[in-house]
């Protein structure tokens, strides 16, 4: 092929990746995120764009290992009951509707700082929605509380969800570096949520919760205390400047080594298909790099103007929400420069995780609630989220550049 066929070429497997993932799925076939991530890589090296020996290169297999290795740690804490466990005890010490907005709100934002937020959410929903039914009390602002702080609150860390875990093992920086960086505004951004959704739904958190007795969920103390205890060894490994990869594979081999838990029931709770995203868009986009086509989208977007704090903010913010979190740190990370790399980084992990706040299509973690609601009837509509989550992306991003604008000086 000429180069100008590899180029097209490679546009048009980009594109149809990308409007698959815009979608959720494909609007003629029965395909998906996973499905469409194996089938642009194999067309990518199919058509010739990328060799296979260059396409196992692309891979960064770090990352994989430490997104892995997180859900093995979350696996052990849902068949342990522990999120039934938390919720549980919620029920029973939470009196008022707005109180247990700020709980929820508190419970996503940490949790999901110190465990994928995807996950966080699909454990956490059914819980949520269990409280709620129990209660008499209108799940809607509560689950939108999850799903925002889950985003909000995955940005303090570089485990706390998928796009900041490949950032961390891109940009090589240290836990601390980033949390420090990162908690301030993390912290103002579980504030604001909180305030957001008090006004947004001020007549359905009036009141009390309702208690009725129930039947205490099956909770295995000894599981959790283990998890939990190896949960503490991987974070405080990686404060002390152990390398992340290895923290977390010893720590979910560790969980694997036991005599009450069955395997299968670990893997089960794993999931492979964002394992295979991963995967996929790592090939295309490597893809993309070979074929030359990112040299012509750097012409549309010139390094000049994405030196720009706040131009690189926008269009992180909008092409988050364009072509999912993922696709876009692996597009916009060819625009972090040699000369402070760190505070690129920073913003890009910082600005593309706020981003997911601003369309109910902005993150996994929300299309998460949502499905999970709408197979309880309870709807969440792309109105009903834009309402709360585009002032609070907004505001929550002003003030991201700013602090990180002070930062710099």
Not at 118 to 124: E, F, H, Q, T, V
Not at 179 to 191: D, H, Q, T
Not at 219 to 245: E, H, M, P, R
Request: glycine content about 8%; charged content about 10%; hydrophobic content about 55%.
């Amino acid at each position: 092929m000429t180069q100008i066929e590899i180029n097209f070429s490679a546009a048009v497997i980009l594109g149809g990746v990308l409007l698959v993932f815009t979608l959720g799925k494909s609007p003629f076939f029965r395909i998906d995120r996973a499905g469409v991530a194996i089938i642009g890589a194999v067309a990518m090296m199919g058509l010739g764009i990328i060799s296979f020996d260059d396409a196992v290169k692309t891979v960064d297999y770090r990352t994989i290992v430490i997104l892995f290795s997180m859900m093995v740690l979350v696996a052990n804490l849902k068949i342990a009951g522990f999120f039934e466990f938390i919720g549980q005890h919620v029920l029973e010490n939470v009196h008022s509707k707005k109180l247990l907005l700020l709980v929820v709100i508190l419970l996503s934002g940490v949790l999901s700082a110190f465990a994928i937020n995807d996950i966080i959410c699909l454990l956490l929903t059914p819980v949520i929605i269990f409280i709620c039914n129990k209660g008499n009390c209108d799940p809607l602002p509560h689950l939108m509380g999850l799903a925002l702080a889950s985003n909000i609150g995955s940005a303090a860390t570089f485990l706390g969800n998928p796009q900041n875990i490949l950032i961390g093992s891109l940009s090589k920086l240290t836990f601390m570096e980033y949390f420090k960086v990162a908690i301030p505004i993390v912290c103002i951004g579980l504030l604001l949520t909180y305030l957001f959704l008090a006004m947004a739904y001020h007549k359905k958190l009036q009141g009390k919760l309702d208690h009725s007795s129930f039947q205490a969920p099956y909770v295995n103390t000894y599981l959790i205390g283990k998890t939990i205890l190896t949960l503490f060894f991987v974070i405080g490994s990686y404060i002390a400047g152990y390398d992340i990869v290895l923290t977390t594979s010893l720590g979910a081999a560790f969980l694997l080594i036991t005599r009450k838990v069955k395997p299968n029931k670990v893997y089960t709770s794993i999931d492979f298909n964002l394992l295979v995203i991963f995967i996929g868009l790592f090939v295309i986009v490597g893809g993309v790099k070979a074929s030359g086509l990112l040299l012509q989208v750097q012409t549309l977007l010139p390094m000049e103007q994405m030196n720009n704090l706040g131009f690189f903010a926008l269009v992180s913010v909008v092409l988050s929400n364009l072509v999912s979190n993922v696709p876009a740190v692996l597009l916009l990370q060819y625009y972090i420069p040699v000369d402070n790399a760190a505070q690129k980084w920073q913003a890009l992990a910082l600005f593309s995780t706020f981003a997911g706040n601003l369309t109910i299509f902005g993150s996994i973690a929300n299309l998460i609630v949502v499905e999970i609601a709408k197979k309880n009837q309870i709807i969440i509509t792309a109105k009903e989220y834009f309402r709360v989550g585009f002032p609070l992306t907004v505001i929550l991003t002003f003030l991201c550049l700013l602090w990180l604008s002070f930062l710099a000086k």
